[in-house]
């Protein structure tokens, strides 16, 4: 078979490159070209990586700080990356990296105009053991880092994945910001970093649609990571996830952070280790007075236990929101979406909110607590078309 690597130099070049149908190995990663235009297609390509194949596929590799990868689009390809041994952190099949290293670790890159469509992934087996926390396979890790010296903002802006198809591993798709270089969160010279204050990743109009991941197992202990997180640490414009479905993830099935205008509409979420649906606030220069986040037609599903271990035995919860690490959230409605098998947890727990709408075929509410100054301390339940106001026993007023 073919070495696929035989199509670097044409990658380079940009334009249109169309590799011709069949299957093909891999024996070093494709290398994206700095601020050109490219059309990579592969529809009806089957790539093998070899398992000794440092990093991914395809990346986004810079050399230095603030490089820019724009109007990139990439679709069509079949990638099993099954065989790809898990030596490095954060090993991902498509995702930024920095220039000759795996370490997980990228540039603050610059991203615009990004498609990435029509892919079918295959990772290695879903991670469940503790000691191997540092350890992730991803499909598409899209993303730009910050830190304490950070002088200029990164742009990550108009990113869509579309028909991604992710098996095993332990992340679908990931596009985040991080806080600095290292495990230890330093920044270039050593010095630890305040936590996510301050942030300058933007992130803008973003979309994660019809992609789809299953875990080759059932997570049953908590590990960090999860089929689905947009944001991280960045704050942003708007972000949409539509009809994605995830199993077993680690964590949780879907995250999103940070964003003034989120909609996730149309998930599912089956079996993850602790938490079904997050929305977290980490950044500071996130404004909670005109942000909006809306649930609609979401599900979170449990088969199995509905306790995960992490240092003890914690209640899984379907809808998570909350701003113990960050900034005050602001709106949220939650409209059709369910969460009926946590007994044993919390369907919806919310807190440091602005307010919650709650449209839903059950007549039960979700627990909200807030000392969110924005937060008046009403709770809006639509049954039937018909709203009514919930009693004072459901919210808890917390003091500031």
């Keep these: 078979m073919t070495d696929i690597y035989t199509y670097q130099d044409a990658i380079t070049a940009g334009g249109i490159v169309t590799v011709p149908p069949g299957a093909y190995t891999q024996s070093a990663p494709l290398l994206l070209p700095l601020d050109t235009s490219l059309t990579l297609n592969g529809y009806g390509v089957t790539v093998t990586l070899d398992a000794a194949c440092p990093g991914g596929c395809i990346e986004f590799a810079s050399e230095y700080d603030y490089q820019i990868f724009r109007d990139i689009t990439i679709r069509g390809f079949t990638i099993d990356a099954s ?41 290695p087996a879903s991670l469940t053991d503790p000691a191997d926390y540092d350890i992730r396979h991803t499909g598409v890790h899209l993303g730009s880092r910050q830190s304490s010296t950070s002088l200029s903002p990164s742009n990550v802006e108009r990113i869509t994945v579309h028909r991604v198809k992710v098996h095993g591993g332990d992340q679908a798709v990931v596009i985040a910001a991080a806080r600095g270089y290292g495990a230890a969160n330093c920044d270039e010279q050593g010095v630890p970093l305040t936590p996510w204050a301050g942030n300058l990743v933007w992130m803008d109009d973003i979309s994660v649609i019809d992609c789809d991941h299953v875990a080759t197992v059932g997570n049953p202990d908590h590990l960090l990571w999860g089929s689905f997180h947009i944001g991280s640490v960045s704050h942003g414009g708007s972000v949409l996830v539509s009809n994605c479905t995830s199993y077993g993830a680690g964590e949780g099935g879907f995250e999103v952070n940070g964003f003034n205008d989120t909609v996730i509409e149309h998930c599912d979420m089956t079996d993850s280790g602790a938490v079904g649906f997050m929305f977290y606030n980490f950044n500071d220069q996130v404004n909670p007075a005109t942000q909006t986040i809306l649930f609609d037609d979401c599900h979170a599903i449990n088969t199995g236990p ?91 007023q917390l003091s500031h």
Excluded at 102 to 118: A, P, T, V, Y
Aim: glycine share 8%.
């Design 83 to 123: 065989a790809v041994t898990a030596d490095y952190t954060s090993q991902s099949v498509i995702g930024t990296t920095r220039l000759g290293t795996h370490s997980g670790i990228s540039w603050m890159n610059n991203l615009h105009d990004i498609l990435i469509e029509d892919l079918d992934i295959t990772l």
């Design 306 to 396: 509905l306790v995960y271990t992490s240092g003890g035995t914690w209640p899984r919860v379907g809808f998570d929101h909350i701003a113990t690490y960050g900034t005050d959230t602001g709106a949220i409605t939650f409209n059709n979406c369910t969460a009926a098998t946590y007994s044993e947890g919390y369907d919806f727990y919310v807190r440091d909110c602005a307010s919650v709408t709650y449209t839903h075929s059950s007549p039960e509410p979700p627990l909200v607590e807030s000392s969110n100054p924005l937060f008046d301390g009403t709770l809006s339940i639509k049954i039937a078309g018909v709203e009514y106001v919930a009693v004072v026993s459901v919210i808890t």
